[in-house]
């Protein structure tokens, strides 16, 4: 029986320099395919609405969908780190965000993950003072894409990097003790991690990043079309659990992401 892995355990990594790797997990097999590959950090994501429900975006997931997934793959892996998505538009203030995150808490996550900016400072205070640890997104947030007009690189312009910038320390001073960047140049991405005493997980966000994560399908190379940051480690494995291990492996190695899975 693994032991559990806590918080504790990823800014210890962080701050011994060891980098690490996290995947999507939406049902026990999966989970426990992957814990059982090395991968102890692991997230629910409201990605499960485009790659098991077949919608075109994020939007239509809801609390109840994000809490049976959540407790589906807490069964699969017991001792890993849980994160889960908190859905568009179940965190409009901090009473309703209060209200999600216990429903996500109770069905099995160590944390509650919720997209946004500067507007998400109270309500990130508001959690992690009634014992909800919070994970941040920040970058490319999928629940604002009809905001971005798609699905596009954020952080490029000055002012832009320097918002993104601003906007990490002022949730990790909020109470954010974990922090996921996604499609952001590898340079701002490194001076964020850098600045941060919390970990930092990066998705498109180059290799500087405390932690690397995709979404299981991409790591599976089960579209035709896989997005810039992600890679195929079914192409040099014989089955699932042996890419699990090979994304991890190259994740604490330091080999993924490499120049072409990311964004300047």
Known sequence: MHEATTISDLRAWKAAGKKF????????CFARIFMEAGIRVLLVGDSLG????????????????????????RRGAPAA????DLPFMSYPDAKEACASSAALMRAGANMVKLEGGLWLEDIVRALTERAVPVCAHLGLTPQAVNIFGGYKVQGREAKDAENLYQTALALEQAGAQLLVLECVPAALAKRITAALAVPVIGIGAGPDTDGQILVMHDMLGLYAKPPKFAKNFMAGACDVPTAARLYAQEVEAGLFPAAQHTFT
Not at 21 to 28: E, G, H, I, K, R
């Open 81 to 84: 780190f849980l994160m889960a």
């Open 50 to 73: 485009m790659v098991l429900q077949w919608h075109d975006s994020t939007l239509p997931v809801t609390v109840e969908d994000m809490a049976y997934h959540t407790s589906c793959a």
């Open 21 to 28: 790797a996290s995947v999507t997990a939406y049902d026990a």
